[in-house]
T-cell receptor
Framework: DGGITQSPKYLFRKEGQNVTLSCEQN?????MYWYRQDPGQGLRLIYY???????QKGDIAEGYSVSREKKESFPLTVTSAQKNPTAFYLCASRGGRNIQYFGAGTRLSVL | SQQGEEDPQALSIQEGENATMNCSYKTSINNLQWYRQNSGRGLVHLILIRSNEREKHSGRLRVTLDTSKKSSSLLITASRAADTASYFCATVRSGNTPLVFGKGTRLSVIA
């Protein structure tokens, strides 16, 4: 199956802990994105990467970090500096005409 | 920054009726896209309309774009219970710049 795979589906974070959300794609897309979605809200851009070994901050990058060592992978780390991490996290890649393809999401909660 | 604003925030209709959702935005755009999100899932691309287009159709979907008013509408005809979801507009300012999503309209279709 072609697409975006996010894991895990559910994740729990203890106070002071860093956690990493996985995002893998087999669509051969150059650009990948991380969004945060809070209840009743739209998607807010955390980080994006247009190409391997390069990434840019989005609108709400504070408390998050990313890496892009491989074309297929764009993991997101939620650091202990992110004081309100509870949210639904979505990863996407960009296809032609700037259409985005999304994974199924990871729901992060704080213990 | 969220540029698109959907209206209404929530809409409840009977199966077979038409559903209309509106999106307003603030700056000039290259194209506007509509996405659908089933509860707890990722977004799925529905339709794209370019800034030089006024109307597009795809199956039961009809999208209009009025660049002078900076607004778009999504019409779903003959709605079905399976159309129950949240619908988001997303704008692209130019080229491969990141999409900017609105807060979405929650559509409930009652059988």
């Amino acid at each position: 199956d072609g697409g975006i795979t996010q894991s895990p589906k559910y994740l729990f974070r203890k106070e002071g802990q860093n956690v990493t959300l996985s995002c893998e794609q087999n669509l051969n897309h150059d650009a990948m994105y991380w969004y945060r979605q809070d209840p009743g809200q739209g998607l807010r851009l955390i980080y994006y990467s247009q190409i391997v070994n390069d990434f840019q901050k989005g609108d709400i990058a504070e408390g998050y970090s990313v890496s892009r060592e491989k074309k297929e992978s764009f993991p997101l780390t939620v650091t202990s500096a992110q004081k309100n991490p509870t949210a639904f996290y979505l990863c996407a890649s960009r296809g032609g005409r700037n259409i985005q393809y999304f994974g199924a999401g990871t729901r992060l909660s704080v213990l | 920054s969220q540029q698109g604003e959907e209206d209404p925030q929530a809409l409840s209709i009977q199966e077979g009726e038409n559903a209309t959702m509106n999106c307003s935005y603030k700056t000039s755009i290259n194209n506007l896209q509509w996405y659908r999100q089933n509860s707890g899932r990722g977004l799925v691309h529905l339709i794209l309309i370019r800034s030089n287009e006024r109307e597009k159709h795809s199956g039961r979907l009809r999208v209009t774009l009025d660049t002078s008013k900076k607004s778009s509408s999504l019409l779903i005809t003959a709605s079905r219970a399976a159309d129950t979801a949240s619908y988001f507009c997303a704008t692209v300012r130019s080229g491969n710049t990141p999409l900017v999503f609105g807060k979405g309209t929650r559509l409930s279709v009652i059988a």
